[in-house]
Each structure stands twice: as structure tokens, then as C-alpha cells.
């Protein structure tokens, strides 16, 4: 089974009309996972930038955010020690996971981004320590 995409704007839209591209993966898919507006996810990632002297798009910034929300880390998924590429990494639950230089929202084996980035070979990813999860590498 292959993962699948859909596309998702993290409710951008609805907050925002003007049309904006790029540069926003973070706030995208933190807000998709945590199911909350796109607004409300930009203001608490302004509020940390402002609190730790970084930008949202700082790995360690956002991680911060997403470790003070209940997730927690995990190693990058592989296959006969190698890493995998998205589009075999079969995720049930909620995720972030973490590509090169790209954050992207997995559910139930789907990827809902503004682009198809499934070609690309996951990294670290973070899930809420309070959902029941599992991944395969088949």
C-alpha cells in the first residue's frame, strides 16, 4: 500500500483570502495535525519567535512548540538501514514529519500539503504522546 496526498492549504484560506505560496510548511502542518486555525498557529509560533529570538521556520523553534503541545521525536523510519521515501512510509495516526528543509501533516497514510512530496525520504517525525500510532516500512 502506497501513501496517498491530498491536498490542504492547514485552513490558510479561511483566514487569510488573499492567495499566498510558499515558505509556510511549518505553520501548515502544525496546524493540520493539531486541528486548529491557521491564525491562532501563526500567532503561537510569533509569540515563541518573539519569547526565543528565532523564526517559526527554526527547527529547534517549532520543535519547542510541538514538544510544549504533548508531541514527542522520533527517529527517521528505514528500511535495511536505509531511510525511506514518503510514499512508503504507512502511517496510521497523526504526524508531523519532517523531509529536507520541508514539514509536512501524515494521516492515516495520507500527506495533506500543498504539494505532493512523497518522493521525498522522511526524516524525524512527531506525534502527540496521547493518540495510538503505528508505522510499516513495507
Given at each position: 500500500?502506497?501513501t496517498k496526498y491530498k491536498y490542504h492549504d492547514g485552513n490558510r484560506s479561511?483566514?487569510?483570502?488573499?492567495?499566498?505560496?510558499?515558505?509556510?510548511?511549518?505553520?501548515?502542518?502544525?496546524?493540520?495535525?493539531?486541528?486548529?486555525?491557521?491564525?491562532?498557529?501563526?500567532?503561537?509560533?510569533?509569540?515563541?519567535?518573539?519569547?526565543?529570538?528565532?523564526?517559526?521556520?527554526?527547527?529547534?523553534?517549532?520543535?519547542?512548540?510541538?514538544?510544549?503541545?504533548?508531541?514527542?521525536?522520533?527517529?527517521?523510519?528505514?528500511?535495511?538501514?536505509?531511510?525511506?521515501?514518503?510514499?512508503?512510509?504507512?502511517?496510521?495516526?497523526?504526524?508531523?514529519?519532517?523531509?529536507?528543509?520541508?514539514?509536512?501533516?501524515?494521516?492515516?497514510?495520507?500527506?495533506?500539503?500543498?504539494?505532493?512530496?512523497?518522493?521525498?525520504?522522511?526524516?524525524?517525525?512527531?506525534?502527540?504522546?496521547?493518540?495510538?500510532?503505528?508505522?510499516?516500512?513495507?
Open positions: 500500500m502506497n479561511k483566514d487569510y483570502t488573499r492567495s499566498r505560496k510558499g515558505a509556510d510548511c511549518v505553520v501548515r502542518s502544525i496546524s493540520i495535525i493539531l486541528n486548529q486555525s491557521y491564525k491562532t498557529t501563526l500567532k503561537d509560533l510569533c509569540d515563541y519567535s518573539v519569547k526565543y529570538g528565532a523564526i517559526p521556520n527554526d527547527e529547534w523553534l517549532y520543535e519547542k512548540y510541538l514538544l510544549s503541545k504533548g508531541f514527542e521525536k522520533h527517529k527517521p523510519p528505514r528500511k535495511n538501514g536505509k531511510k525511506i521515501q514518503l510514499l512508503k512510509f504507512e502511517f496510521r495516526g497523526r504526524c508531523v514529519l519532517l523531509t529536507r528543509n520541508h514539514l509536512t501533516a501524515v494521516i492515516d497514510d495520507t500527506v495533506y500539503d500543498t504539494w505532493d512530496c512523497r518522493q521525498s525520504n522522511c526524516n524525524s517525525f512527531y506525534i502527540l504522546t496521547s493518540e495510538n500510532w503505528s508505522y510499516s516500512t513495507d
